[in-house]
């Protein structure tokens, strides 16, 4: 008796901890197997980086697009608004526009490294994200290949700095506001800025592709894609 009541109050026990773990241990009881899961959620990250990540990649990926356009950091936008009060309007301008482009330059770099990401995720990978509600997918992404994506963009954005002429313009836009009088000098560092600004914005833009994903089930737009997030939906 003493025993059964040991195993009755254990059960009650897990069975309080939320009806999230419940269905995640039902989930290959509903219908689908390990690998449909799985597949369905590779499928799913597939599709948010293949629509999303590409489009910044684009001549004005970053810089039209006002969800992730790169706007100046905070010791800069009072470089900015005093080139702006003084004439120089155009040249604040430009150089707003180079470091967009050095980040929609360096996103191109970032494919192969979400790709293998997807491809490293098994079953309990998958359960976590599926049940892990608005996020976890892109959660998922971010601490896999966060360090791997920043190694590959801030070479890149340095390197997009010579091509685009963003150095020769930020060079030429911070000597002319350090020789104003009475300004505080200024020397950002404006390649570690870019670079995690622009993951900020991929990791953004895939947050977006997720919830579509999630929320509407227009979006799903493959049998495997409907089969496997229907079970979140219940």
């Given at each position: 008796m003493k025993k059964s009541i040991i195993i009755?109050?254990?059960a009650f026990q897990l069975i309080s901890c939320g009806e999230l773990q419940q269905v995640i241990n039902q989930l290959p009881q509903q219908g689908l197997g390990n690998t449909e899961i799985a597949n369905g959620l590779k499928e799913a990250l597939d599709l948010g980086i293949d629509k999303q990540v590409r489009k910044l990649t684009k001549t004005d990926g970053f810089y039209k697009n006002e969800l992730v356009k790169i706007m100046?950091?905070?010791e800069l936008q009072k470089v900015d608004k005093t080139l702006r009060d003084i004439g120089l309007s155009n040249l604040a301008d430009e150089g707003l526009k180079v470091i967009n482009?050095?980040?929609e330059d360096a996103v191109g770099q970032a494919t192969p490294i979400f790709v293998n990401a997807v491809k490293g995720i098994n079953f309990n990978d998958a359960k976590n994200i599926l049940m892990g509600g608005d996020g976890a997918a892109t959660q998922y992404l971010t601490n896999t290949?966060?360090?791997?994506?920043?190694?590959k963009f801030n070479p890149v954005i340095k390197s997009s700095f010579d091509k685009v002429g963003a150095d020769d313009i930020w060079a030429n836009i911070i000597n002319k506001y350090?020789?104003?009088?009475?300004?505080?000098?200024v020397n950002p560092d404006l390649t570690d800025y870019v670079t995690q600004e622009a993951l900020k914005g991929v990791y953004k833009m895939i947050a977006i592709e997720e919830k579509e994903i999630r929320t509407k089930v227009s979006s799903r737009t493959t049998d495997l894609l409907q089969k496997v997030f229907a079970l979140q939906d219940n």
């Open positions: 009755f109050i254990i100046l950091p905070s482009r050095a980040a290949t966060e360090t791997a994506l920043y190694g350090n020789s104003i009088p009475l300004v505080k000098k």
